[in-house]
Every structure is written in structure tokens, then in C-alpha cells.
């Protein structure tokens, strides 16, 4: 069992890359950003909870946000390990998942940062913009709103991880591929 926070802010390349690692290391990929978009185009009880502030590029409240994770776990029970991207974003979110995770005897064995420069990122957001239909990637105002939550509340995880001796942090510029086997070095390591 390896489980693997992908960790990073938003335009990271977090759910690209879990694209490729989700195949190579036969992992269970929850990106909760795609199960929040699900229900919203869903229009689920869950969907409309999380609507106004994933429109306004502001955290959903943890109570929803770990609740929703926890049922995505329970629904894998036969997993050889989780892929978490965009999961933990928050002190008590890294800790419920600690809590949760115990209970079943099992850990999270690495949360590895692609790290990256914020102007890059804001660009790279503005372009996928253009196709991805997200109407939290096409405002610049919106795209400032979610880096002001990271910086406020998804930051602090890089000492939580850190003083596991879990953080391992890598350079997030350069090609798709190069990325992809900058991580598969610290995998591999595991
Ligand atoms: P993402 O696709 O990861 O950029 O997430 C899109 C949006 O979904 C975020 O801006 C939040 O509104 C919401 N979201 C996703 N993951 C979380 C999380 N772990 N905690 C709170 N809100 C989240």
C-alpha cells in the first residue's frame, strides 16, 4: 500500500501528472476538484453546497470537503494505494486524513510538491482557461482568490509533511514527461 499526496498550487500540473502516475503505479487517483465539479454539473445536494465557493475560487468548507474524501476512500476498499491531488489543502484536512487513514492501518507515505514560480502558474491557469470551460480559470481576480487561500491555508502543509520527513519537493518547470520521471524518482524510492 502507498498512498501519495500530490501537493502544489493551483497550475501545478497535479492533475496531469496523476494521469500518468495513476497507470504506472496501478494507484486510486481522487482529485476532490473533480468530484466537486461532478456534482456541480450534477446539481447534487453535495454540488450546490460547494457551488458559490467554487465559483469564487474560495475553499469548500472542510466538514463537506472531508467527508466527501472519506466516502471516495471507503468506495476503494481493495486498493494498492491512493493518488490524493488537491487533497489535503488544509491544517485540519492533513489531519483528518491522518486520523482516517490510521484507523485502517494505513499512512500516507509521501506528499511530494511540484513546486513552481506564481506568474508561470497564473499563465499557465489563464491558458487552460480558454478550453477547460472552468469558470474559476478564466478571472484573474478568481485565480488570485484561490492562490490567497493557498498561501493562507494549503501552505502550512509543507511543514506538517516536512516534520513527518514526508515533503519531498520537486522542480514543476519543464516538459510533461521530464516531470512525470522527476517523480518517478521519489517512488521509486519509497
Ligand atoms: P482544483 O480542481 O483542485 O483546483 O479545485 C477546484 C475548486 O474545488 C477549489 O478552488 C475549491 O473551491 C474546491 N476544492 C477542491 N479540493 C478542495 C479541498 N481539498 N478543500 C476545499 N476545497 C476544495
Not at 463537506?64 to 489543502?89: A, W
Amino acid at each position: 500500500m502507498i498512498n501519495i499526496v500530490l501537493f502544489g498550487k493551483p497550475g501545478a500540473g497535479k492533475g496531469t501528472q496523476a494521469q500518468f502516475l495513476k497507470e504506472k503505479y496501478n494507484l486510486t487517483h481522487i482529485s476532490t476538484g473533480d468530484v466537486f465539479r461532478y456534482n456541480l454539473s450534477n446539481n447534487t445536494e453535495l454540488g450546490q453546497l460547494a457551488k458559490t465557493y467554487m465559483e469564487s475560487g474560495e475553499l469548500v468548507p472542510d466538514s463537506l470537503t472531508i467527508k466527501m474524501l472519506e466516502d471516495e476512500v471507503d468506495n476503494h476498499p481493495n486498493t494498492s494505494g491512493f493518488l490524493f491531488d488537491g487533497f489535503p489543502r488544509t491544517i485540519a484536512q492533513a489531519e483528518a486524513l491522518d486520523k482516517f487513514l490510521v484507523k485502517k492501518g494505513w499512512e500516507v507515505t509521501a506528499t511530494i510538491g511540484l513546486e513552481a514560480n506564481d506568474d508561470v502558474l497564473v499563465q499557465r491557469i489563464l491558458e487552460r482557461g480558454k478550453t477547460s470551460g472552468r469558470v474559476d480559470d478564466q478571472d484573474e481576480a478568481k485565480i488570485r482568490t484561490r492562490y490567497a487561500e493557498y498561501n493562507q491555508k494549503t501552505s502550512p502543509l509543507i511543514n506538517y509533511y516536512s516534520n513527518q520527513n514526508k515533503y519531498y519537493p520537486i522542480d514543476g518547470i519543464g516538459t510533461i514527461a521530464c516531470i512525470t520521471s522527476r517523480l518517478s524518482e521519489v517512488i521509486d524510492q519509497l
